[in-house]
Nanobody, 122 residues
């Protein structure tokens, strides 16, 4: 099995920066089969939404709301995915989750971390 563990959340003032990190551990063969990894967030009372994704070869995708402010990066050797968040605003507040997507014979299998809280104060 695979576990994803997020770190780096916290409280920051608007305009500040935070860096989140997600570390994958467990079965190396499964970890190496995870192609797409990403960050999602859930604000109070709202649905979980995509923030950014990155493939094993480095192709990235961002939500419009974070383009130009957030940068996702991946280290395949260390099995980590980071999210650099700059120019934070109060709407970025929420629980941030790391997700890994592994293709299977019948579709895909999701792996999720437990989440890390990000709070941006005005």
């Amino acid at each position: 099995q695979v576990q994803l563990v997020e770190s780096g959340g916290g409280l920051v003032q608007a305009g500040g920066s935070l860096r989140l990190s997600c570390a994958a551990s467990g079965s190396i063969s499964i970890i190496n089969s995870i192609n797409n990894m990403g960050w999602y967030r859930q604000a109070p009372g709202k649905q979980r939404e995509l923030v950014a994704t990155i493939t094993r070869d480095g192709s990235t995708n961002y939500a419009d709301s974070v383009k130009g402010r957030f940068t996702i990066s991946r280290d395949n050797a260390k099995n980590t995915v980071d999210l650099q968040m700059n120019s934070l605003n109060t709407e970025d507040t929420g629980v941030y989750y790391c997700k890994g997507l592994r293709p299977t014979s019948s579709g895909f299998y999701d792996y999720w971390g437990q989440g890390t809280q990000v709070t941006v104060s005005s």
